[in-house]
């Protein structure tokens, strides 16, 4: 232990119980303050469009426990969030996989740098529900469409994440790691993947919510399942409370997403935090 690292050990505060409690109550407070704001702005002026908390919860109650509500038994709510779960991590691992090569080959080539950046900088730019047609022409609505389309739009944030990262690594590390003898792919997963590890995260942080927005948006047009096919089958059905369900069954992915990657980011990433 680093006397830096004892004398901040020295002065954090212990955490009792009392203070998970506040901490938990100061979480909470805000959400139930706005749900029972909204309960009785719906129960004083009635909005078709928008449903009080008591119905969504009535019917998301039902969803989640009997399957039934607006599906048949044989298609209960886990049926068709593993659908979208399954395209965004297929995709957001495809994704991220040609992100981190082409990004590593970028910040280690200057020549292979400057004469690609700009091409993808260029697609960059491109919103990606812009090129989704063109997904759809080529592989039609079939699964594979896509996870191509998730893999092909995160790839482009994760790639110049990695190679900012990787052209940012400090010379005299490489320097070190030539002096060692080793050998380049020694070098760049000893070192340069290591050293580039916190910007890289950063890109696949990003690129995890992107995954789930890109595969809902997928299923609104060319879908016969999934959690995005199921929120526009209810609006347009002006089935609004299934459609507050779904995306409530949505907001609970999302959530237990983030506390992954934060958790993920807390075992790989915690020397980088305890240094900050």
Same mark, same amino acid.
């Given at each position: 232990?680093?006397?830096?690292? *004892? +004398?901040? @050990?020295?002065?954090?505060?212990?955490?009792?119980?009392?203070?998970?409690?506040?901490?938990? /109550? #100061?979480? =909470? %407070?805000?959400?139930?303050?706005?749900?029972?704001?909204?309960?009785?702005?719906?129960?004083?002026?009635?909005?078709?469009?928008?449903?009080?908390?008591?119905?969504?919860?009535?019917?998301?109650?039902?969803?989640?426990?009997?399957?039934?509500?607006?599906?048949?038994?044989?298609?209960?709510?886990?049926?068709?969030?593993?659908?979208?779960?399954?395209?965004?991590?297929?995709?957001?691992?495809?994704?991220?996989?040609?992100?981190?090569?082409?990004?590593?080959?970028?910040?280690?080539?200057?020549?292979?740098?400057?004469?690609?950046?700009?091409?993808?900088?260029?697609?960059? *730019? +491109?919103? @990606?529900?812009?090129?989704?047609?063109?997904?759809?022409?080529?592989?039609?609505?079939?699964? /594979? #469409?896509? =996870? %191509?389309?998730?893999?092909?739009?995160?790839?482009?944030?994760?790639?110049?994440?990695?190679?900012?990262?990787?052209?940012?690594?400090?010379?005299?590390?490489?320097?070190?790691?030539?002096?060692?003898?080793?050998?380049?792919?020694?070098?760049?997963?000893?070192?340069?993947?290591?050293?580039?590890?916190?910007?890289?995260?950063?890109?696949?942080?990003?690129?995890?919510?992107?995954?789930?927005?890109?595969?809902?948006?997928?299923?609104?047009?060319?879908?016969?399942?999934?959690?995005?096919?199921?929120?526009?089958?209810?609006?347009?059905?002006?089935?609004?409370?299934?459609?507050?369900?779904?995306?409530?069954?949505?907001?609970?992915?999302?959530?237990?997403?983030?506390?992954?990657?934060?958790?993920?980011?807390?075992?790989?990433?915690?020397?980088?935090?305890?240094?900050?």
């Amino acid at each position: 232990m680093t006397e830096t690292t *004892a +004398i901040r @050990a020295a002065i954090r505060p212990r955490r009792g119980v009392g203070w998970w409690l506040s901490r938990i /109550a #100061m979480s =909470v %407070a805000l959400p139930i303050v706005l749900l029972l704001a909204w309960q009785i702005a719906g129960s004083i002026m009635p909005n078709p469009f928008i449903p009080t908390p008591q119905k969504i919860g009535e019917y998301a109650g039902r969803l989640f426990f009997t399957g039934g509500a607006y599906l048949s038994p044989d298609k209960a709510w886990l049926g068709q969030a593993l659908p979208t779960i399954g395209r965004a991590l297929l995709g957001f691992v495809l994704g991220a996989a040609w992100g981190v090569f082409l990004g590593t080959c970028m910040g280690l080539s200057r020549v292979f740098r400057y004469s690609t950046s700009w091409v993808f900088e260029f697609l960059r *730019a +491109i919103p @990606a529900t812009a090129v989704l047609p063109i997904f759809i022409l080529f592989l039609g609505g079939s699964d /594979a #469409m896509r =996870v %191509a389309f998730i893999a092909y739009s995160l790839s482009l944030y994760v790639l110049i994440n990695t190679a900012n990262g990787v052209g940012a690594v400090d010379p005299s590390l490489l320097m070190m790691g030539r002096s060692f003898r080793l050998s380049r792919a020694a070098v760049v997963f000893r070192i340069v993947l290591p050293a580039a590890l916190p910007q890289i995260y950063a890109g696949l942080r990003i690129g995890t919510i992107g995954a789930t927005i890109l595969a809902i948006v997928s299923e609104f047009f060319v879908a016969d399942n999934g959690i995005g096919f199921q929120i526009r089958a209810t609006a347009t059905s002006f089935n609004l409370p299934a459609m507050w369900s779904w995306l409530l069954v949505l907001s609970v992915f999302g959530l237990l997403l983030n506390l992954a990657v934060e958790g993920v980011e807390r075992r790989v990433l915690g020397w980088h935090r305890r240094s900050h």
